[in-house]
């Protein structure tokens, strides 16, 4: 068995830690992972950052309130899981007006 990790980024245009840790969950559930563990941080004055442990790699944002977006990566070893989690996110962005570009 040959090792492989798959990553894919997406910035998006929102900086609401209670709405991309529900949409971020909600879509990694949909997309077929396994969360282990999650932890976040609230930085004063501003920011968040949050990590889901899966048990096929990680995922995390990172919020950029003074520009207004954020950053989403996810690792995975299983690339069919990871489009999945690409489509929910990309229709999840367009229901609550966000931006989403691919990097």
């Known amino acids: 068995m040959e090792a492989k990790i798959y990553n894919q980024r997406w910035w998006l245009s929102c900086c609401d830690s209670e709405a991309l840790k529900r949409v971020i969950s909600a879509d990694l559930e949909a997309a077929g992972f396994t969360v282990l563990n999650f932890v976040e941080h609230y930085f004063q004055p ?3 950052t949050a ?3 899966l048990a096929e790699s990680h995922a995390a944002v990172h919020t950029f309130p003074e520009e207004g977006k954020s950053y989403v ?3 995975s070893c299983a690339d ?3 489009q999945n989690f690409d489509r ?3 229709v999840a ?3 609550h007006q966000w931006q989403i570009t691919v990097s």
Do not use: D, K, M, R
């Open 46 to 48: 501003q920011g968040y």
């Open 51 to 53: 990590l889901w442990l």
């Open 73 to 75: 990566e996810l690792s």
């Open 80 to 82: 069919t899981l990871l």
């Open 88 to 90: 929910y996110l990309q």
């Open 93 to 95: 962005a367009s229901e």
